[in-house]
């Protein structure tokens, strides 16, 4: 049966992005083939459509690291026709034939149920951007951040991963410092429910000295580089921050000082490599305890659309979520 794909070719000349109809049997082997009726656009699906290669080395590819939808084919005894599935990271969308497409086919080992209470469309305004912020929070709370610890800095705030941390946080009682370099969406994070926002230059101050003042009781970095360190260098003591992004920088300068004098921790976080059975007990939390109503962060983006916002996602200026509408 055909469907319609999104697809990036590459040529002598760069890459084209183009929407086309592909066969099923065109699709990789595996367990499971799905009817994706919503995906959601990443940051890393930017990385992939413009050749990114240490996300995608092979072309043409379809991108989408997120997926969401009903099984049609099932040859595991997990799951049946019918069931409504998610499915984000491991390889789908950067090696394999990801969720910008109608369809998709993985093993039974990447995808997780739907758990009751989370529609296939919420699932997908979170996506991995939302569960990398609900897997952040997840583990500095485990680390023994409570709302008593402190405020807790939010930086990239307008970005997937921040908006879904910021509105999170808020609803589990948090004091919540935003940070942000678009001054026009202050009003926008404090209804999402920042107590303050700063700028990225107010995040940077200071950058020069080995420590600064103790004031997060807790750190979500969506960006790395500078401010991530002098994150690490304002926590409080016995605090923590959980790194999950480098859109300012991979690296940053780093001294052993806050870690020796305060006691402080910095936690990695990834959502692609995430034991499936891990991943599932997130969801079932995003689905429960930590639901969320998340369509004011939602632009709806349709197949024919996805090239202009990979553009725009990858220049900063998207904010919130964007959802593929299939």
């Not at 109608?102 to 529609?119: D, F, T």
């Not at 969506?222 to 959980?242: D, H, M």
């Amino acid at each position: 049966m055909g469907f319609r794909a999104f697809r990036v070719a590459k040529g002598d000349d760069g890459f084209t992005r183009s929407i086309i109809e592909r066969e099923e049997s065109e699709l990789p082997a595996g367990d499971l083939l799905i009817e994706v009726k919503y995906s959601s656009l990443n940051f890393k699906d930017g990385l992939s459509a413009t050749g990114n290669p240490g996300v995608t080395r092979n072309f043409p590819h379809t991108p989408g690291i997120d997926a969401a939808g009903v099984v049609l084919e099932s040859g595991h005894d997990d799951f049946a026709p019918g069931d409504e599935v998610i499915a984000i990271g491991f390889d789908l969308g950067m090696g394999t034939s990801g969720g910008f497409a109608e369809r998709i086919r993985i093993p039974a080992g990447w995808a997780v149920k739907c758990p009751a209470g989370l529609s296939l469309h919420a699932s997908m305004i979170i996506g991995t951007a939302g569960f990398t912020a609900a897997e952040c929070v997840q583990k500095l709370e485990q680390a023994g951040m409570t709302p008593a610890s402190g405020p807790v800095l939010v930086t990239g705030a307008t970005g997937g991963v921040g908006s879904v941390a910021v509105k999170l946080l808020a609803q589990l009682g948090y004091e919540v410092t935003a940070v942000s370099g678009k001054a026009e969406k202050t009003d926008w994070l404090k209804a999402l429910g920042a107590s303050d926002v700063i700028s990225r230059e107010a995040a940077l101050a200071g950058a020069e000295k080995p420590l600064l003042a103790e004031t997060w009781g807790g750190v979500v970095d969506t960006v790395g580089g500078e401010i991530l360190f002098n994150a690490v260098k304002s926590l409080r003591y016995g605090c923590s921050l959980a790194a999950c992004g480098l859109v300012a920088a991979p690296t940053f300068g780093a001294s052993v000082l806050p870690f020796i004098l305060r006691h402080v921790n910095l936690l990695g976080i990834d959502s692609v490599q995430l034991p499936i059975d891990q991943k599932a007990a997130i969801w079932q939390r995003l689905a429960t305890d930590w639901l969320m109503d998340l369509s004011d962060l939602e632009e709806q983006l349709t197949l024919d659309s996805v090239a202009t916002a990979i553009d725009r996602i990858l220049a900063g200026q998207m904010v919130g979520r964007g959802v593929v509408h299939l």
